[in-house]
């Protein structure tokens, strides 16, 4: 089955900065790769997600960049703000047949002001 | 449209009692996911249903757990003769269609005392 690894699990950069985030998956069938951002006792939340007919999706300061050769993709956020602190997921899943999502680990993201 | 909603909120229950987690999906949606977080982990596939039926359970334990999702009213998650194994939260996501953007409830925090 599939298997998502994430890094790192924590990640602590000054407001202003970038953020990268990186999964890998194992199942070359896998076609659709959402990442959610989760603050501490709520929900996860869709922040961004990408299909495998392209490589890169941006969306204001969020961009998410696909390998598939690689098997890998990244969660970039710039500019950050105290407000993107939190734990940020990616996932994935074959859209074809049942659409469950694979996790990663988690990456604890803290903004320093 | 109201969110994925989801209840109770937290829930305590001594060892050996039953634990029923409930689900209404977003209005429209028919396609039901559960997923299970343990503390500082990420999510894990549990089970995914549509109205009336399960589409796919390879992620729920053979023993104690069951989901049914009926024609009327919402998807249950029942866990018979907890443990304090099971304490965890339970988030249960919904989308349109099998190959929709899911959309997570704000969970349920099981306790097992």
């Known amino acids: 089955g599939e298997n998502v690894e994430q890094h790192p699990s924590t990640l602590s950069v000054q407001e202003g900065d970038s953020a990268v985030i990186k999964c890998t998956y194992s199942d070359s069938a896998s076609n659709y790769f959402p990442w959610y951002k989760q603050e501490l006792g709520k929900r996860p939340q869709l922040i961004i997600d990408i299909r495998s007919n392209v490589g890169e999706k941006k969306d204001q300061r969020i961009a998410v960049t696909l390998n598939k050769t690689a098997k890998h993709f990244s969660l970039h956020i710039t500019e950050t703000q105290p407000e993107d602190s939190a734990v940020y997921f990616c996932?994935?899943?074959?859209?074809?047949?049942?659409?469950?999502?694979?996790f990663g680990q988690g990456t604890r993201l803290t903004i320093n002001p | 449209n109201a969110g994925v909603m989801q209840n109770p909120r937290h829930l305590v229950r001594r060892r050996g009692q039953e634990a029923r987690l409930r689900c209404s999906p977003m209005?429209?949606?028919?396609?039901v996911y559960w997923y299970r977080q343990l503390p500082e982990e990420g999510l894990k596939f549990m089970v995914y249903?549509?109205?009336?039926?399960?589409?796919?359970e390879s992620g729920m334990p053979k023993e104690r757990f069951s989901a049914e999702f009926p024609k009327e009213g919402p998807s249950i998650l029942r866990i018979q003769q907890v443990v304090r194994g099971d304490s965890a939260a339970y988030f249960c996501?919904?989308?349109?269609?099998?190959?929709?953007?899911?959309?997570f409830g704000p969970g349920t925090r099981l306790t097992v005392l």
């Open positions: 209005k429209g949606h028919s396609h």
């Open positions: 996932a994935a899943s074959r859209i074809q047949g049942a659409q469950k999502l694979v």
């Open positions: 996501a919904s989308s349109p269609t099998r190959t929709d953007t899911q959309y």
């Open positions: 249903l549509q109205k009336e039926n399960i589409i796919d």
